[in-house]
């Protein structure tokens, strides 16, 4: 679900290696057991509706996770990320040609009490929630933004949208087969259809909650989710445990728990207890790094931060390997994150300054330019002054979040040759009186400013003439987003989110039928890598799909389209006496039932 | 012909002018104050003829390089000279300064002396009416609607501040003019059949001027600060550099322990709007018939 | 009953005024206000997804038509959801703005009651090294940024890095106790800020009413100097005074401080008008706009009465001035 916004998020990259965000309340006080137990987590922005279905933002996707189930979520200590059951007894039966999947949901379940229900009393979740949960993303009245995942892909539920969105027709591939059972049937075979289950969008929302709550759903959310909210506005969520929320105790083991690379965070404390540990869970939208980070050094305060990129330097002793000064190991533990997506900037090949141009003499140096342009970029320097210099740079569009990432690929395109892009541009006859104008289009903001002018340095470190690189700043960023699905924009600095781990999810970023308004921004279009995605999109991981992935990739590096890329590396701070991991990737908010605030600290102190 | 008016009117204002000046001139703070923006104004115009200041946008440096010899107020983020981009800087304030107090002292100006001429008909109805609503539109509304109106030029921000400040030189023009179209001196301008827009501008107008000049130094120094908040949300300058861009820097480096950005635009910002505003003070009181030195 | 027949004839002159703010922002904001559309489409959106959501936000509606519906919202005070969170805009409104005039209450209070006192002690010693030094501090208060100040107050009182006296952050007005302590920081950068501007004004306000005849007169008549500051100044400065305060009223209770709000983590109204401004969320928009037209035409009325209020005899001086 991040993905659907992330364009939001690397236009504000300088928080970025911030991502993890997180922060304990009432550290330094007395916490008996008699007492209230509270966290006190942060994060970046405010999240807007807490609806499952309208769920665009990372903050938003992290209280949906909290507050609502899924029928599946990632485990919570397990990397690389694997799947579990969570509202589901067991991974889904899978028919033989792919097209059908039944799923059992565990029974006794119970929705939170709520005054929505007739009785107050929170009802058990059955499979008919699910049905209407993904009905409501067909229903225009809900304002889905996730209704792209299943479009055309259910049988019968774009039909059932276009004869008028009524919740008593039933759609053919979505059925409650019985009380506890799920079935869906799919038009093609849809290999991420279970990650998608794990996403936000798809949690169990209850009907009488959306039809007695109306338009005002999305700020009374009702779920079955290991907390409920009590308060909300633009500063503070308070949320309390949900009584109702009765699962089997945790198993460190099965959560994936790796002693060697986890065991100084004193998780054992949690191994055979049902979560959640805490009563109270409050979470402050801090939008700036300095107030942040004054909240969380203070103690009383925010107890989980992630450290402001700016910082970085300033609180770590070495950055390879990341090792915390001593006066900030004594006091709080310490992870890093990497995010499970990147930064890059995008040419728009509709421009015929300097994307496709029907004189193929031309194409072929418009080719040529791109590349300099993206020889001209300083990766490492851009990451030193933006992300701590702990960010990870690779080639292409497949970062090592995924399995498909490949190691062995070429780093050339990523390489910072100033010289090699002067030689190009000379080889192909580009001059400073022919270069062409290009225009750099950024949402306002002192960060996004020096992003240009950083830019720009490099540019005109290989003779591009100063005055021909243009900033185009918009007023708002809801400016610039219609402006970029409208490709009216030449050169855009994105950045990019993956919803579930399989390179597909950034691989539709260059799939020419995603063309703007979609997620193609680029407007690439090569019908030989349509070809190949359209090939992939219905094969089962194996080494022959990640094989034509990553020639995918090739294609897009040698066509020099985009300049790519950088996955940011954040790290996050938190109190001693509060026993987490955080996880802001796929695991996301469901890491903080598993969170626990002891009376005295926990682990071990890092070297 | 109107001789009489015509006399009137240049003993007063050779009177007003000539005590102003040399009470101002026995004002050692106002004296300073002037020399200090004077200074300013001599660094500006050294941007703008090119004189220093010219690599403000070079990323040659180091990231957060200290003070040097090279680098004498060290580096941003990206390498980029804070001397060279504070000084660089000082044309821009100057040229939103002046660009905003003239306009908006024009416009405050004309309307002004033309509501109060009128007063009380609908003509002063409709100006008033006007400074009502402008007043209450949110100001970043304004700017956010005038910055998107305009795509991306880089005048917006200034636009967008005419556009409210000249209500304030409006509103005390209209009180002058309202005083002023009683005296004597106006009376025979209307006898001998001058045309009522001469009256108003030539007659009337040019005896507003000590209010013009002292609110036009004060929407400079408006501006100036403005534009800090306006560059911090996004919305103030668009090209070249500014202190409020930098101060906006700033705020992510600060708690970093990298102070020179944030000082280096802070002090410099802080003595041109200082020394503007013991300007402006030493000005009201020279011009203030009533004090008496 | 003379008051109220004056109050409803004010009132009524107001309409045109609140017409031109509410059709100038709306034209502002349909026209020139960001599009909303793509931040409610997901991401990979057809032109008939598109299309969908311009239509549920009114945008493919006529000018005129929305307009209208604007005015009937006025008239009726329901704006409907926001189309950010789909909150009821009237619940945002009254969740948000007592929390904005708590903020904002006593740094105004302070800033105009120290202002006055400042600005009379400079008035009384004008010209002399008291007079001086205030309106240099004043000058000095007014030559820095707010943004630096609420930086450095915030760093100053409330990091570990500084006296660590108060919290950086966050609202609770559960005790008298915990208000004082997450009002106080915000409210001294708000004084340090406005009370040299404040100071100024006031000063210039007391010194004008000094020098005028009849304060001279009484001078050369041998009245005590006292008496005539009580009788003769005070009395008079007071309808400046009180117009300034009374104008600033409907900017506090309706614009919020965005920089106070949204550095110091207070969910008042400043932060959700801006967020509205800058997202595009028009029934946000229409509230605060309208709403602030309202209160600008009652400030006016309330000045009027209050010049009546301070001093009968100087309501009729002041319509002839």
Known sequence: MTALRTVKNIALCFVAVSLTAACEGNGNGSSTPTEVKTFHYSMRSSPGSLDPARVSTVSANVMVQTLYDSLYAYKYLQRPYELKPRLAAAMPEISDDGLTYTIRLKQGIRFADNRAFSNGRGREVVAEDFVYALKRHFDPDSRSVAAWIWQGRIVGLDEWKRNGADYDQPVKGLQAIDRYVLQIRLTRPYPQLVHNLAMGPSAAVPREAVEFYGREFSVNPVGSGPFRLISYDATEAVLVRNENFQREPVSLAEEGYDPITQGQYGLEVIDGRRAPFIDRLEISFIDEGSARWSSFTKGNEVQMAGVPAEQVYRVLESRDPVVLKPEYARKYHMSTEKEAGFVYTAFNMDFPETGYHPDPVRNERNRALRCAIMKARDWNARNDSWYGGLGEIFPGIIPSSVPEFDPELSRESVEYDPEGARALLAEYGWNAGNLPELVYSSQPGPTSRLFFEQFRGWLTNIGYPKEKIILKTYATFADLSKAWHNSEEQLLSLGWLLDYPDAESSLQLFYGPNRSPGSNSSNYSNPEYDRLYEATSVMQPSAERTALYRQMNRMVIDDCVVISGLSRVGIALWHKNVVALPDNNFVGGQFLQYVDVLDKAVGSAVR | ?293 | MEVLLYSLRKLLAGIPLVLGVTLISFLLIVYFGPDKTYELVGKNPTAEQIAEVRSQLGYDRPFVTRYMEYLREIVTLDFGSSESTDEKVSSILARTIPVSLLLALPGFILGNALGVLLALVAAYFRGGLVDKLIMGSAAVGMSVSYLIAIIGFQILLSSADGLDLFPVRGWDTSTPLAYIQHVTVPTLATVFVALGYNTRFYRAVIVEEMTRDHVRTARAFGIPPAKIFYRNILKNSMVPIVTRVVFSIPLIVISGSLLLESYFGIPGIGKVSYDAIITGDQPVLKAVVALTAILFVVAQLLTDICYRLVDPRVSLGASTR
């Open chain 2, 1 to 293: 012909m109107n001789a009489a008016a015509e006399a009137m009117q240049r003993r007063h204002g050779d009177s007003l002018w000539n005590k102003a000046w040399r009470k101002f001139r026995h004002d050692r703070v106002g004296v300073v104050a002037l020399l200090v923006v004077c200074a300013y104004a001599i660094v500006a115009l050294g941007v703008v003829l090119g004189w220093w200041a010219t690599g403000w946008a070079d990323i040659s440096g180091p990231k957060w390089a200290p003070l040097s010899s090279e680098h004498w107020l060290g580096t941003n983020i990206i390498g980029q000279d804070i001397f060279s981009r504070a000084v660089y800087s000082t044309r821009t304030a100057f040229e939103v300064g002046l660009i905003v107090a003239l306009g908006a002292t024009f416009i405050g100006a004309v309307l002004g002396a033309i509501a109060g001429f009128f007063s009380a008909t609908w003509i002063d109805e409709a100006v008033i009416w006007l400074m009502g609503v402008l007043d209450s539109v949110p100001f970043i509304l304004l700017v956010a609607a005038i910055a998107y109106s305009l795509q991306d030029s880089p005048w917006a921000m200034h636009i967008a501040m005419i556009a409210t400040f000249w209500i304030g030189t409006a509103r005390l023009v209209r009180g002058e003019v309202i005083k002023l179209k009683g005296q004597e001196f106006v009376e025979s301008a209307h006898a001998i059949g001058l045309g009522r827009m001469t009256i108003i501008f030539r007659h009337i107008l040019p005896n507003t001027f000590h209010v013009l000049l002292v609110q036009a130094t004060l929407s400079f120094v408006a501006a100036i600060k403005s534009e800090v908040i306006l560059s911090f949300l996004g919305l103030g300058v668009k090209d070249g550099m500014s202190w409020g861009l930098m101060i906006s820097e700033s705020t992510f480096e600060v708690l970093a322990g990298y102070f020179n950005n944030f000082i280096a635009a802070s002090v410099l910002m802080f003595g041109l709007v200082m020394a503007f505003n013991m300007f402006s003070d030493a000005l009201q009181d020279a011009l203030d018939p009533r004090t008496v030195k």
